[in-house]
């Protein structure tokens, strides 16, 4: 149910920018339409650690602390709205990461997550908001930019 509403919340906020998909060739059309795209659903469970609010590099850094964590950024389902986030993962789960309702990311490798920032200088990757990120919209991300886990998001083919 909340998953629904978060992917509903996110196809509303990229559906102003879908001509770019579908009259200029983009690969997505908002950082909201590549989640959607790419993402994968996330399940927070009794063991993970959640937090009210958590900085981007937390998690970056938390998932390099755990074995065989990830580092994963999209937006969550939290009080009734999306929120832009990033988590620690294993597997399917959040480990480390904000409290919410539904988890939609994308599980990122290291070495595109350090030139993301290198570019832009910001500790977060997708969700920057930097002008330097309009490539990645419009040519989608390099194959080796997505990791392992997650289940299948609204969009996985």
């Known amino acids: 149910m909340e998953e629904e509403r978060l992917s509903a919340a996110l196809g509303e906020a990229e559906a102003p920018f879908r001509t770019l998909v579908e009259d200029a060739a983009w690969a997505h059309?908002?950082?909201?339409?590549?989640?959607?795209?790419?993402?994968?659903?996330?399940?927070?469970?009794?063991?993970?650690?959640?937090?009210?609010?958590?900085?981007?590099?937390?998690a970056a850094s938390e998932a390099v602390r755990t074995p065989g964590g990830v580092y994963v950024e999209g937006f969550v389902w939290a009080d009734g709205q999306v929120r832009a986030a990033a988590w620690c993962g294993v597997g399917t789960r959040v480990v480390y990461g904000p409290r919410a309702d539904a988890y939609l990311g994308v599980p990122l490798a290291p070495r595109f997550c350090r030139r993301?920032?290198?570019?832009?200088?910001?500790?977060?990757?997708?969700?920057?908001?930097?002008?330097?990120?309009?490539?990645?919209?419009?040519?989608?991300?390099?194959?080796?930019?997505?990791?392992?886990?997650?289940?299948?998001?609204?969009?996985?083919?």
């Open 29 to 58: 059309a908002s950082m909201e339409g590549l989640v959607l795209d790419l993402g994968r659903w996330w399940m927070a469970g009794p063991d993970s650690r959640l937090v009210e609010q958590i900085a981007f590099s937390v």
């Open 116 to 157: 993301v920032q290198q570019r832009t200088g910001a500790a977060a990757v997708l969700m920057s908001k930097d002008s330097k990120l309009l490539p990645m919209l419009r040519d989608g991300l390099p194959p080796d930019a997505i990791l392992a886990g997650g289940s299948p998001g609204p969009r996985h083919s």
